[in-house]
């Protein structure tokens, strides 16, 4: 249900924001937009957000210096926002929400349909959280900063408004917050297209080794921890992999896996309409959305293969 989410906070003196654990950007747009629109408009209010350290192509959104990595215990807060993700799924954040006089849910995923707050705004037909940040933010009190922060998370989540989530309104909306005047295009090249050589590297290994399966409707590729090693590469020089593998032509379910413990994986989906991402993540455990999702697995890559099949397989029927 849409608010007002300044009348939400009016008389807050500590309110705290934090988004789901390796944010992308969606979630750090989120978290930094309501920041700076609290921050602006919420005179004598101490606002803080709480999230893994971003990717640093986000540091030009205002308040991303701001950010509080490291969770420390927090007296207890008047208003606990919790942006693009459920309680559990903020990790060490969710501890702000014990003690708090109100927590706020604003989320986008199928998987948390119902919200986790006293209040929610969750609408899993929109293509990212931002556009719903940008429902509750009044125009007239909106300015260039909260106006770049949403219109970054948009645009990731929307892949560039090309995927399916990307409606009429999104693109309406998003037409307002480039009038703000902000540089659009190189904020989409630098954050969302432009890849550093390393990255580079690991994409065209994981896509050297990638294998089709399933009649060559289905691909894969995982990236273990000794290559991880060879290459000095981190699981954020991973970002556009799953991506491209799903640009491949043919493939309906594109999977990327890689190795974060022993005989244990995480796994990236991505799909085309006859494939419910969500849904296949979600009998492992984990989430998203129809065309995106994602899920932890344990055992070997073949066993976990074999065990994405079979429910992939159901729905390719």
């Known amino acids: 249900m849409k608010f007002d989410l300044l009348k939400e906070c009016a008389g807050a003196k500590r309110i705290a924001i934090s988004g789901h654990q390796k944010p992308d950007g969606d979630c750090v747009g989120a978290c930094l937009a309501v920041w700076h629109y609290l921050k602006q408009n919420l005179e004598g209010a101490e606002v803080l957000v709480f ?14 210096d701001e950010i509080i990595h490291d969770f420390p215990d927090q007296e207890p807060f008047d208003v606990f926002i919790i942006l693009d993700c459920n309680l559990e799924r903020t990790g060490l954040a969710a501890k702000y ?7 706020i849910n604003v989320d986008h995923h199928i998987t948390n349909a119902n919200g986790c707050g006293d209040l929610n705004y969750v609408d899993p037909k929109v293509g990212a959280a931002c556009e719903l940040i940008y429902d509750l933010v009044e ?5 260039v900063e909260t106006a770049k922060a949403i219109y970054v998370g948009m645009v990731h989540d929307t892949g560039v408004f090309q995927y399916e989530n ?16 902000f540089d659009f295009y190189r904020i989409i090249q630098e954050t969302f297209y432009q890849k550093t050589y390393l990255q580079a590297q690991i994409m065209g290994r994981a896509l ?31 970002e556009g992999i799953v991506n491209q593998l799903r640009n491949i032509k043919g493939i309906s379910c594109a999977i990327f896996m890689y ?3 022993t005989l244990e994986y995480k796994v990236s989906l991505r799909t085309d309409q006859k494939v419910d991402a969500a849904k296949v993540a979600a009998y492992f455990g984990g989430g998203g959305h129809a065309r995106a999702a994602g899920c932890t697995m344990k055992g070997t890559f073949h066993d976990c293969v074999n065990n994405l099949s079979a429910e992939i397989e159901k729905q390719l029927i």
């Open 97 to 103: 929400a014990n003690g708090a006089g109100k927590v």
């Open 51 to 64: 999230l893994e350290e971003p990717d640093p192509v986000f540091a030009e959104l205002c308040g991303y």
């Open 259 to 261: 190795e974060t413990g």
């Open 208 to 238: 050297m080794e990638s294998v089709r399966f399933m009649d060559g409707r289905c691909v894969v590729s995982v990236i273990d921890r000794k290559t991880m090693d060879f290459y000095g590469v981190t699981t954020r020089d991973f």
């Open 166 to 181: 990307t409606t009429p309104e999104t693109l309406r909306k998003a037409a307002h917050l480039i009038s703000y005047g």
């Open 139 to 143: 125009a007239d009190r909106m300015d």
